[in-house]
């Protein structure tokens, strides 16, 4: 089991940053692949970004890149996004999640264990 708990989120004006945080547990934190994802009102949850074990890969979704930063310290088993030059449609309740399965991954459906969720909201 794996427990999931996502900080960090609130309200920013168009342009801003903020910076989530995901802090996990309940297993070896630095063995598998950690991703965020989102889901806005009345949209299917997509994905964000992710990033490997050890760091060595990173994945955005074209939305993102060169806005958001995922990161991780397997030390503190906690997995980051920082999010710069926000747009209102970045609003979503933004969440983190790990896979099932040690390997990296991708897809939305492969990931098991998922945070409660932290709302960003990005006013205009």
């Known amino acids: 089991q794996v427990q999931l708990v996502e900080s960090g989120g609130g309200l920013v004006q168009t342009g801003g940053s903020l910076r989530l945080s995901c802090a996990a547990s309940?297993?070896?934190?630095?063995?598998?692949?950690m991703g965020w994802f989102r889901q806005a009102p009345g949209k299917e949850r997509e994905f964000v970004a992710a990033?490997?074990?050890?760091?060595?890969?990173?994945y955005y979704a074209d939305s993102v890149k060169g806005r958001f930063t995922i990161s991780r310290d397997n030390a503190k088993n906690t997995v980051y996004l920082q999010m710069n030059s926000l747009k209102p449609e970045d609003t979503a309740v933004y969440y983190c999640?790990?896979?099932?399965?040690?390997?990296?991954?991708?897809?939305?459906?492969?990931?098991?264990?998922w945070g409660q969720g932290t709302q960003v909201t990005v006013s205009s």
């Open positions: 999640a790990a896979p099932f399965s040690y390997t990296w991954t991708i897809q939305i459906k492969e990931y098991e264990y």
């Open positions: 990033m490997s074990e050890t760091g060595r890969n990173t």
């Open positions: 309940g297993r070896t934190f630095s063995s598998y692949t």
